[in-house]
């Protein structure tokens, strides 16, 4: 059964940083995309990152290109989001996904729906 498990959610003052992780089990993880996507209260889920299976190219979110990274560690099956300069508006549950069909070019066009595999998700509160 595969399994996505997040950590390093938590709190912090906007203009922080939190760095999240994505441990993957269940199967090895080297030819699927991977990526994040966060939903706040009252929103619809969206994208945040994507990498491809090789750990490059990237594809960010305009919210948050320039202040996220993501990337990868095949052999650790985990994937990372390093998130500095952190806003009130990035307040969120933020979701690690994985997916064998849909390209991480596409991500930001896919439907959540579209998306195999989830975590159960880890909360990010940025306080003003």
């Known amino acids: 059964q595969v399994q996505l498990v997040e950590s390093g959610g938590g709190l912090v003052q906007a203009g922080g940083s939190l760095r999240l992780s994505c441990a993957a089990s269940g199967r090895t993880f080297t030819n699927y995309a991977m990526g994040w996507f966060r939903q706040a209260p009252g929103k619809e889920r969206e994208f945040v990152a994507a990498?491809?299976?090789?750990?490059?190219?990237?594809y960010y979110s305009d919210s948050v290109k320039g202040r996220f990274t993501i990337s990868r560690d095949n052999a650790k099956n985990t994937v990372y989001l390093q998130m500095n300069s952190l806003k009130p508006e990035d307040t969120a549950v933020y979701y690690c996904a994985a997916d064998l069909t849909i390209p991480s070019s596409r991500w930001n066009r896919a439907r959540p729906s579209e998306i195999h595999y989830w975590g159960q998700g880890t909360q990010v509160t940025v306080s003003s």
């Open positions: 990498v491809t299976w090789t750990g490059g190219p990237t």
